[in-house]
């Protein structure tokens, strides 16, 4: 039921851009996307809640597909601050109030 | 307001001791959860409480208990410790009447070793 993440890690210099997916094989309510810094507990930056909905905060946004039960997390113009563990979190159609986590994608980012 | 507190920040455990890692929080909120977090292997669901008095099982739930008493709390507890319960323990809360959106707000974290 862990949703997957993709890819693991990514490596960027300052200004690139990047892209992580999250996947699940169950039918989705809703898709969390959390940030978290080394030693520090993660912190939230966006839900979306139906099919096609697109958010964004700042130069971060977000998709997700209801239909494909995806999600996709679009870092534009990367800074140095964005560099941590990203970690989408799952609610499930059926509304059984878990929060499922993926494994985390770790992004890099060098000056 | 001080969110959603835990204690203790760290913990050294022997094989086979008992403990109870506490997590409070004073936004009213109904909903509770306790994650734990093994390197690589993201969040892992333990235990969650839709409101006082309601609990049910995550996805790695062996090996601990929690009740529900009040509202604003919700301990979690070891009853026989062991190593493979090494791990970072963090709790979160999150405001819910089942309207959508509501986003987790998560304490700083419990690191326990089992030796």
């Known amino acids: 039921q862990q949703p997957v993440q993709s890819p693991q890690a990514v490596i960027l210099r300052e200004g690139e851009d990047a892209v992580i997916n999250c996947s699940s094989s169950k039918a989705l309510y809703s898709v969390h996307w959390y940030r978290q810094k080394h030693g520090e507990a993660p912190v939230f930056l966006m839900i979306l809640l139906k099919g096609g909905e697109q958010k964004g905060h700042e130069k971060i946004s977000a998709s997700f597909n209801e239909k494909k039960q995806q999600s996709s997390l679009y870092l534009t113009a990367s800074q140095l601050s964005y560099s941590g563990t990203y970690f989408c979190g799952t609610e499930f159609a059926n509304r059984d109030d878990k929060i499922i986590f993926g494994k985390g994608t770790r992004l890099h980012i060098l000056p | 307001n001080a969110g959603v507190t835990q204690t203790p920040k760290f913990r050294i455990l022997k094989i086979g001791q008992s403990m109870t890692l506490q997590c409070a929080q004073d936004?009213?909120?109904?909903?509770m959860y306790w994650y734990r977090q093994d390197p690589g292997m993201g969040l892992k669901l333990i235990y969650y409480s839709v409101g006082a008095g309601i609990t049910d099982k995550g996805e790695v739930p062996n090996g601990y208990n929690v009740s529900r008493s009040t509202t604003e709390d919700f301990p979690l507890r070891l009853e026989l410790a062991a190593p493979s319960q090494t791990s970072v323990y963090f709790c979160a809360s999150s405001y819910s009447d089942r309207a959508p959106g509501e986003k987790l707000f998560f304490g700083s974290g419990t690191q326990l070793s089992v030796l």
């Open positions: 936004m009213n909120h109904n909903y």
